[in-house]
């Protein structure tokens, strides 16, 4: 099956830079996530996209990084985009070592094994996903009486936009995900040769 509607370039024939990332990606994880050779297609873009997505994912803050991924995970359920559910899905369950939380935050974050903290930013992530002219001092109220403070809120704010981009553009391009993704947190991992 293809990764994407557009043509997907050769690593060989990938900017350096790009190529580097790939390859370093590949060692840590054991294969090439499609969303680096998908977004390839235009080289520009995808630097500013994985450099926003470090920005937003990889920083030091007031979220984990497992809740980081719920946000992910919540938000591109809603927006109905198979590749980030399964991707970053993969991802939740890795860093919080429950199998069956990805699914949960996906299909009804209401009902999932979470902490009420978790629960309220993921309601403020779902109406910045879906009614974000709507957000009002009384969501940050809200989020700030769980010991949310304004950065982490604009943290859950941006990382819901940036995965919305991020959707949409994995939808329109059909972007298909990795089977690795599918079963990666939930079987222990097979050990290194």
């Excluded at 700030?144 to 819901?160: L, N, P, S, V």
């Amino acid at each position: 099956m293809p990764i994407s509607r557009y043509p997907v370039p050769e690593l060989r024939d990938l900017p350096e830079d790009l190529r580097a990332r790939i390859l370093e990606v590949q060692e840590k994880a054991g294969f090439v996530p499609n969303v680096f050779l998908a977004l390839a297609h235009r080289p520009a873009e995808w630097r500013a996209f994985f450099a926003y997505h470090d920005a937003l994912m990889l920083k030091d803050g007031g979220l984990s990084k497992g809740e980081r991924e719920m946000i992910v995970v919540a938000t591109s359920a809603r927006n109905q985009c198979l590749y980030c559910v399964v991707a970053h899905g993969a991802i939740l369950r890795v860093y919080e070592k429950q199998p069956l939380l990805a699914d949960q935050v996906a299909v009804n974050h209401g009902k999932a094994d979470i902490t009420p903290r978790q629960r309220a930013m993921l309601d403020f992530a779902l109406k910045v996903c879906c009614a974000s002219h709507a957000v009002a001092d009384a969501d940050f109220e809200a989020l700030q009486a769980h010991g949310f403070d304004a950065e982490d809120i604009w943290d859950i704010a941006a990382i819901t936009a940036f995965f919305g981009l991020s959707n949409r553009i994995a939808n329109v391009i059909g972007m298909r995900p990795n089977d690795e993704f599918f079963l990666m947190g939930r079987v222990p991992r097979p050990p290194k040769a």
